[in-house]
C-alpha cells in the first residue's frame, strides 16, 4: 500500500460538532481518521460537509470511516462527483502511457459487460472466447512459428504479466537447474537500469537478484554487450524493453539474442529473453514491420503488453504469450471448470474485470491492422513533428524524438541553468498540461529531463496548443534568476520511470 505520511491542515485538530441530522438518527457520529494506509489532504481533520449543498437538510458524514446511516443516491454521487472535479484532466496527461480516450461503442460494451468476471469461463463462455481470440491474434502480429501452439492469456496489465513471464523463467531456470543436479538457489534476472517498476518488483517480490546494467553517456537502455557481460549460468533471462519508460526507445532485442547466442556458444549457457513490449509491441507491428524484436527471433521465450496503452483500452488490461508450450512450465498452470471441460489459466488474480478483454476485441474488430497502422502512425507523426518544434525552441536537446514508441524525453541545454525542468513542468501544470520532470537512473542521475507520451487521441492541434503553452513558459522562466524547483518538487508521476534511484518513503 502507497502509505504516506500524514500532512497536517493548518487547521488540524479542529474538530466540528455533529448535527446528527438528516436521516441519520440523532446521536454522535465516529469520526473517522486516516489510518496507516489512508491518504490524508488537507482538511483531512474534518467530516464531509453536505450543507447547504443540495437544499438537503444540513448534515455531515464521516470522512474516514463508514458512515453510520444511509444516504440518498443522487447526494451521494454529487457528493463523489464533486469531489472527482479535482483530478487533472485526462487527456491533458501526457504522463500516462494509459489510453485516456475511447469511442462510445467501446465504452457502452465496457458498461454492457461490467458485471462480468474474467474468471467464470463456465459462466460467461464468450468472454473467454473472446479472450482466446484476442491472444491468437497477438501471437500472429507477434509472428509466432505455430500461432495455434502459442499460449497465453489476459492479464490486469503489463505488470501483472511481467510477474507471470518473470515465473516462468524462474521455474524453467530451476527446473534445469534441479534436472542437472546443480543449485538452483541464487537466480538473478539481467535488464537495464531503465525497466520499468514492475521488474523491481519482480525480482523483491519473487526472490530473484535484479542485475541492472547502468546507462552510460548517450546510452540510456540496454545493449547486447552489456547484456552478455551480466550474464552467468544463473540467469533465468534478459528482459528487452520494447519502449523504454524513460525516454521511448527501442531497445536491439534481435541483437541482444544474437550476443547470448555468442554466449551459448562458448559457455554453454542458454539465456532466453522476455520482451517487455508494453507499449512497443502495439506498435512495432503496424509501423516497423521489418524490424525483428518478437517471436521471430527464436530466443524471444515470452512478450507482454499492456491493452491499454497502444492496445487502445481503457484501464486494465495487459497480455502475456509464450511461443510455445515448453516456455510455460505446466506446473504454473492451474486449472478451471469451462463448460463442462477443464480451461488452463494462469494468473495472479482470480477474480477480474471481463469488460476489458471485452474492448480489446472490439478495438481488434473495429481497427483491424490497417485501422491500428493509421492510429499508431498518427501518434509518431505528433511526436516527431512536436518533438522537432521543441528542438527548435532554443533551450531544449532532444534525449529521444519519439520515432519510435511516439514517446520522447527532452533537456535543458547545457548552459540553461537559470530555471529547471521542474520549473517548465510545473509552468505547463498551470495550464492543466501533466509533463513530468525526472532524473535518470545510474549511472545519469546527474541527468534531468522532461517526457511526453503521444497517445491516440492527443492530435496535431493539441500538439500545437502545449508548444504555445511551453513557448510562454520557457519566455517567463527565461526573465528569472535561479532554478525554482528541484527533484523534491516533483510529483510521482512520470509513470514507472521514477525508479531505483534511491528508495523514497511511500515508494515501497
Ligand atoms: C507501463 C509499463 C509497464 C507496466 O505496465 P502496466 O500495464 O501499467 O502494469 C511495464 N513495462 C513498461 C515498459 C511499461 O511502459
Redesign the pocket.
Known amino acids: 500500500m502507497a502509505s504516506e505520511q500524514h500532512r497536517h491542515h493548518p487547521e488540524g485538530g479542529h474538530e466540528r460538532g455533529h448535527s446528527g441530522r438528516g436521516g441519520h438518527g440523532g446521536h454522535d457520529r465516529r469520526h473517522g481518521r486516516p489510518g496507516a494506509a489512508g491518504r490524508a489532504g488537507p482538511g483531512a481533520e474534518r467530516d464531509l460537509e453536505l450543507n447547504p449543498l443540495f437544499s438537503r437538510e444540513p448534515v455531515t458524514v464521516p470522512r474516514y470511516a463508514l458512515p453510520d446511516g444511509e444516504m440518498a443516491p443522487e447526494v451521494a454521487y454529487q457528493l463523489v462527483h464533486d469531489e472527482l472535479m479535482l483530478d487533472g484532466n485526462a487527456r491533458l496527461n501526457l504522463a500516462t ?2 489510453t485516456t480516450w475511447a469511442d462510445p461503442y467501446a465504452r457502452r460494451l465496457m458498461a454492457e459487460c461490467a458485471e462480468k468476471n474474467m474468471i467464470d469461463k463456465d459462466e460467461y463462455p464468450q468472454t473467454a472466447e473472446l479472450e482466446t481470440r484476442c491472444v491468437h491474434m497477438l501471437a500472429r502480429l507477434w509472428n509466432a512459428e505455430d500461432p495455434r501452439h502459442a499460449t497465453g492469456c489476459s492479464t ?5 504479466a ?1 510477474m507471470l513471464g518473470g515465473l516462468a523463467l524462474k521455474r524453467r531456470w530451476q527446473r534445469r537447474r534441479r534436472a542437472a543436479g546443480l543449485p538452483a538457489d541464487r537466480p538473478n534476472l539481467v535488464m537495464g537500469v531503465n ?2 517498476i ?1 521488474w523491481e518488483k519482480f525480482a523483491d517480490y519473487f526472490e530473484v537478484e535484479p542485475r541492472y546494467v547502468p546507462m552510460a553517456g548517450d546510452r540510456y537502455h540496454l545493449t547486447p554487450e552489456t547484456a552478455v557481460a551480466l550474464c552467468d549460468e544463473n540467469t533465468i533471462g534478459v528482459v528487452a ?1 520494447l ?3 524513460f525516454d521511448g526507445s527501442y531497445e536491439p532485442v534481435a541483437e541482444i539474442a544474437a550476443a547470448l547466442d555468442g554466449l551459448q556458444e562458448r559457455t554453454g549457457t542458454d539465456v532466453p529473453i522476455h520482451v ?1 513490449g ?2 512497443g509491441a502495439m506498435i512495432a507491428p503496424f509501423l516497423d514491420p521489418e524490424l525483428r524484436w518478437d517471436f521471430r527471433v527464436p530466443r524471444v521465450a515470452s512478450i507482454n503488453t ?1 491493452g ?2 497502444y492496445g487502445l483500452v481503457m484501464p ?1 488490461v ?1 497480455w502475456a504469450l509464450w511461443r510455445d508450450a515448453d516456455a510455460l512450465p505446466e506446473d504454473l498452470v492451474f486449472h478451471v471448470n469451462y463448460l463442462g471441460g477443464d480451461m488452463p489459466t494462469f494468473a495472479l488474480n482470480f477474480s477480474r474485470p471481463g469488460a476489458q478483454v471485452v474492448a480489446q476485441y472490439y478495438h481488434f474488430l473495429r481497427l483491424g491492422f490497417d485501422g491500428y497502422r493509421r492510429v499508431q502512425r498518427t501518434c509518431r507523426e505528433v511526436a516527431t513533428r512536436l518533438s522537432a518544434r521543441i528542438a527548435e525552441l532554443g533551450p531544449f536537446d532532444l534525449v529521444t524524438d519519439g520515432s519510435e514508441a511516439p514517446v520522447f524525453a527532452f533537456r535543458l541545454r547545457d548552459g540553461v541553468d537559470h530555471y529547471s525542468v521542474y520549473d517548465v513542468s510545473a509552468a505547463l501544470r498551470e495550464r492543466g498540461w501533466l509533463v513530468p520532470a525526472y532524473t535518470f537512473p545510474a549511472d545519469r542521475t546527474d541527468l534531468a529531463a522532461l517526457r511526453v507520451v503521444v497517445r491516440n487521441g492527443f492530435g496535431h492541434d493539441l500538439a500545437d496548443l502545449l508548444l504555445a503553452d511551453l513557448r510562454r513558459a520557457v519566455e517567463r522562466l527565461d526573465r528569472g534568476s535561479a532554478p525554482q524547483r528541484t527533484a523534491e518538487d516533483a510529483g510521482g508521476f512520470a ?2 520511470a521514477e525508479t531505483k534511484n534511491p528508495r523514497r518513503p511511500g515508494r515501497h
Open positions: 502511457f494509459v490486469t496489465g503489463s505488470s501483472e511481467a525497466v520499468q514492475c524493453v519502449g523504454s519508460t517487455d508494453a507499449s499492456s491499454h496503452k486494465g495487459g509513470h514507472g
